[in-house]
C-alpha cells in the first residue's frame, strides 16, 4: 500500500494475544495511533487462549512465523494462559518481536527464569518509574512485581522501588528486555494512556531495529481457520 505521495507504506503483522480483559483491545488501539503517527500500517489480529491451543493443536508453530510482533496482553487472574504462553514462547521466530504487557511481561519473565513476587499494596493509577535516570510515569493495575536479581536473564530499561507483601524493599522491572532475545516486558499499562510515550518509544525503537522477515516467502497462513 502507497500513501499519497506515492511512497511504499511499511506494513507490520501484529498478533495481540487477550488473555481476558479489556487489554487487547487498548493494545489494538494503541498500534493504530502509533500507525498514524509513524506512518506503519499494522495489521493487528487479536486471539484469545483458546485459538493458540486450537492453533498449537492443528500445527508445528509456523503459523506463528509471519508475525513482526506478537504481544500478551495483562490479565486479571494470575497463572492464566500457562500452555499458550508455552507455545508462544518455544514457537515464536528469532526475528519477531515479543512484547508482554502485565500479565504478559510476568510470563515472559517467568518463561527465562524470574517469578514475580507478590507487593504489599496493589499499584493502581498513575505511577512514577526510573527511566535511564529520569522519572517517567505509566499507568498501573497490578498487585506482582518482577524482582530484579544480578544474576537474571533481564536486562534493565526502567524500575521502580517496591514494598513486597512478604516484607522488605527491593527494585522491580517496569520495562525489561531478555538478554539476547527480542524480548521485551512492560509491567505497566501505558496502552490505556498515561505513559503511551514509553510504549511509542519502545515501538519507534523496534521498527528501526526490525530485519526483514527472512521467511517472507512462506505460505500465509489463515488466521481464519
Same mark, same amino acid.
Given at each position: 500500500?502507497?500513501?499519497?505521495?506515492?511512497?511504499? %507504506?511499511?506494513?507490520?503483522?501484529?498478533?495481540?494475544?487477550? @488473555?481476558?480483559? =479489556?487489554?487487547?483491545?487498548?493494545?489494538?488501539?494503541?498500534?493504530?495511533?502509533?500507525?498514524?503517527?509513524?506512518?506503519?500500517?499494522?495489521?493487528?489480529?487479536?486471539?484469545?487462549?483458546? /485459538?493458540?491451543?486450537?492453533? %498449537?493443536?492443528?500445527?508445528?508453530?509456523?503459523?506463528?512465523?509471519? @508475525?513482526?510482533?506478537?504481544?500478551? $496482553?495483562?490479565?486479571?487472574?494470575?497463572?492464566?494462559?500457562?500452555?499458550?504462553?508455552? @507455545?508462544?514462547?518455544? #514457537?515464536?521466530?528469532? /526475528?519477531?518481536?515479543?512484547?508482554?504487557?502485565?500479565?504478559?511481561?510476568?510470563?515472559?519473565? +517467568?518463561?527465562?527464569?524470574?517469578?514475580? +513476587? +507478590?507487593?504489599?499494596? $496493589?499499584?493502581?493509577?498513575?505511577?512514577?518509574?526510573?527511566?535511564?535516570?529520569?522519572?517517567? $510515569?505509566?499507568?498501573?493495575?497490578?498487585?506482582?512485581?518482577?524482582?530484579?536479581?544480578? #544474576?537474571?536473564?533481564?536486562?534493565?530499561?526502567?524500575?521502580?522501588?517496591?514494598?513486597?507483601?512478604?516484607?522488605?524493599?527491593?527494585?522491580?522491572?517496569?520495562?525489561?528486555?531478555?538478554?539476547? +532475545? #527480542?524480548?521485551?516486558?512492560?509491567?505497566?499499562?501505558?496502552?490505556?494512556?498515561?505513559?503511551? /510515550?514509553?510504549? @511509542?518509544?519502545?515501538?519507534? %525503537?523496534?521498527?528501526?531495529?526490525? =530485519?526483514?522477515?527472512?521467511? $517472507?516467502?512462506? %505460505?500465509?497462513?489463515?488466521?481464519?481457520?
Amino acid at each position: 500500500m502507497s500513501d499519497k505521495k506515492g511512497t511504499k %507504506k511499511v506494513s507490520k503483522k501484529v498478533l495481540i494475544v487477550d @488473555y481476558g480483559s =479489556k487489554s487487547a483491545e487498548n493494545l489494538a488501539k494503541m498500534y493504530e495511533q502509533h500507525g498514524v503517527r509513524s506512518g506503519i500500517e499494522y495489521k493487528i489480529e487479536i486471539k484469545k487462549e483458546k /485459538d493458540l491451543l486450537k492453533l %498449537k493443536e492443528g500445527g508445528n508453530g509456523k503459523q506463528l512465523h509471519d @508475525y513482526h510482533i506478537i504481544h500478551q $496482553s495483562g490479565s486479571r487472574v494470575r497463572n492464566l494462559g500457562e500452555e499458550a504462553v508455552k @507455545y508462544l514462547m518455544e #514457537n515464536v521466530h528469532e /526475528d519477531t518481536y515479543m512484547i508482554g504487557t502485565c500479565h504478559g511481561a510476568q510470563e515472559i519473565a +517467568k518463561h527465562h527464569g524470574v517469578e514475580s +513476587k +507478590k507487593l504489599k499494596e $496493589s499499584q493502581k493509577g498513575k505511577q512514577e518509574i526510573n527511566y535511564d535516570g529520569q522519572k517517567r $510515569s505509566i499507568h498501573k493495575n497490578h498487585r506482582w512485581g518482577i524482582p530484579v536479581a544480578s #544474576n537474571s536473564k533481564l536486562e534493565v530499561i526502567a524500575t521502580s522501588e517496591q514494598e513486597f507483601h512478604e516484607g522488605g524493599t527491593g527494585k522491580i522491572y517496569e520495562i525489561f528486555k531478555v538478554k539476547g +532475545k #527480542n524480548h521485551y516486558g512492560i509491567q505497566g499499562h501505558g496502552e490505556q494512556g498515561i505513559g503511551k /510515550d514509553l510504549m @511509542y518509544e519502545l515501538l519507534d %525503537k523496534l521498527s528501526t531495529q526490525q =530485519k526483514p522477515k527472512k521467511h $517472507s516467502q512462506e %505460505k500465509k497462513y489463515n488466521s481464519t481457520q
